[in-house]
């Protein structure tokens, strides 16, 4: 069983920057991909950004590109987010997530196995 937790969410002003990370528990995390989702209010849960095993292949939505940033130190068994230019449409709970089978990164949801509980950024503008 893994147990992911996500920290660093708060409020921030447009063109601001922050940092989430995701710890890991477990004995196998450089075994799994790794993930980034996000779901505003009354919105489905939706792809920001996936890394993997390695962390040479990184993969993000287009409507993060060029902001956000994937990264992975193993040895300490987290994943971090680093976001910046933030923009009001980021507002969202973030969630982290993992990925146990296979070394390929991903944008679906249902191919991931552990979920975090999520931390809510605010972007005001």
């Known amino acids: 069983q893994v147990q992911l937790v996500e920290s660093g969410g708060g409020l921030v002003q447009a063109g601001g920057s922050l940092s989430l990370s995701c710890a890991a528990s477990?004995?196998?995390?450089?075994?799994?991909?790794m993930g980034w989702f996000r779901q505003a209010p009354g919105k489905e849960r939706e792809f920001v950004a996936a890394?993997?095993?390695?962390?040479?292949?990184?993969d993000y939505a287009d409507s993060v590109k060029g902001r956000f940033t994937i990264s992975r130190d193993n040895a300490k068994k987290t994943v971090y987010l680093q976001m910046n230019s933030l923009k009001p449409e980021d507002t969202a709970v973030y969630y982290c997530a993992a990925e146990r089978d296979y070394d390929f990164v991903s944008r679906v949801k249902g191919q991931y196995d552990y979920w975090g509980q999520g931390t809510q950024v605010t972007v005001s503008s």
């Open positions: 477990g004995r196998t995390f450089s075994f799994y991909t």
């Open positions: 890394i993997g095993r390695s962390g040479v292949t990184t």
